[in-house]
T-cell receptor, first 112, second 109 residues
Framework: DTEVTQTPKHLVMGMTNKKSLKCEQH?????MYWYKQKAKKPPELMFVYSYEKLSINESVPSRFSPECPNSSLLNLHLHALQPEDSALYLC???????????FGPGTRLLVL | SQQGEEDPQALSIQEGENATMNCSYK?????LQWYRQNSGRGLVHLILIRSNEREKHSGRLRVTLDTSKKSSSLLITASRAADTASYFC?????????FGTGTRLQVFP
């Protein structure tokens, strides 16, 4: 299984809502990533988990809260988001020392 | 922060033609990768070229790397409508993957 899955595919939320994005992989990868991508821009790294521990936080606002419950799952908890947070959120995984990353299809988020 | 600048930003060609896109990067790298993204979907890894390699092929893809000029190029030969996508170069200058600005390729049937 060489697939990274993400749910939901689309999400619309208000600025006072709490929601979560979910990412799952069964490739045995021990590094997992969250990226944010705005239209016509490259993906920008948000968080990196290595062996279920947060290793990189790219100064992301606290309204984004990542969680890695086990080696296959990665969540991104969202609370009190702003309209400018609307974007495509991509999850990826890799082996910690391999440069190639495998991406999920993304969650398209709209904050109203 | 972006590690790579790509040109052109957009490219339109007919099926059967070749498409060339270029990437320039800022700092020393161990390798450079190319990814494809179809219309707002996830990215797919295409090819990785190491710093000690000058050229690499994979099917209809040919990648070159010139470390002295800090540049790379991706050539897609005999393009197809299905090649329509955005293409990003990417490298790991320190401890994380950083993408270039991307080239949007449109292949007309």
């Amino acid at each position: 299984d060489t697939e990274v899955t993400q749910t939901p595919k689309h999400l619309v939320m208000g600025m006072t809502n709490k929601k979560s994005l979910k990412c799952e992989q069964h490739m045995g990868h021990r590094a997992m990533y969250w990226y944010k991508q705005k239209a016509k821009k490259p993906p920008e790294l948000m968080f990196v988990y290595s062996y279920e521990k947060l290793s990189i936080n790219e100064s992301v606002p606290s309204r984004f809260s990542p969680e890695c419950p086990n080696s296959s799952l990665l969540n991104l908890h969202l609370h009190a988001l702003q309209p400018e947070d609307s974007a495509l959120y991509l999850c990826a995984s890799s082996t910690p020392r391999t440069e190639t990353q495998y991406f999920g299809p993304g969650t398209r988020l709209l904050v109203l | 922060s972006q590690q790579g600048e790509e040109d052109p930003q957009a490219l339109s060609i007919q099926e059967g033609e070749n498409a060339t896109m270029n990437c320039s990067y800022k700092t020393s790298i161990n390798n450079l990768q190319w990814y494809r993204q179809n219309s707002g979907r996830g990215l797919v890894h295409l090819i990785l070229i190491r710093s000690n390699e000058r050229e690499k092929h994979s099917g209809r893809l040919r990648v070159t790397l010139d470390t002295s000029k800090k540049s790379s190029s991706l050539l897609i030969t005999a393009s197809r409508a299905a090649d329509t996508a955005s293409y990003f170069c990417a490298s790991i200058p320190t401890d994380k993957l950083i993408f270039g600005t991307g080239t949007r390729l449109q292949v007309f049937p």
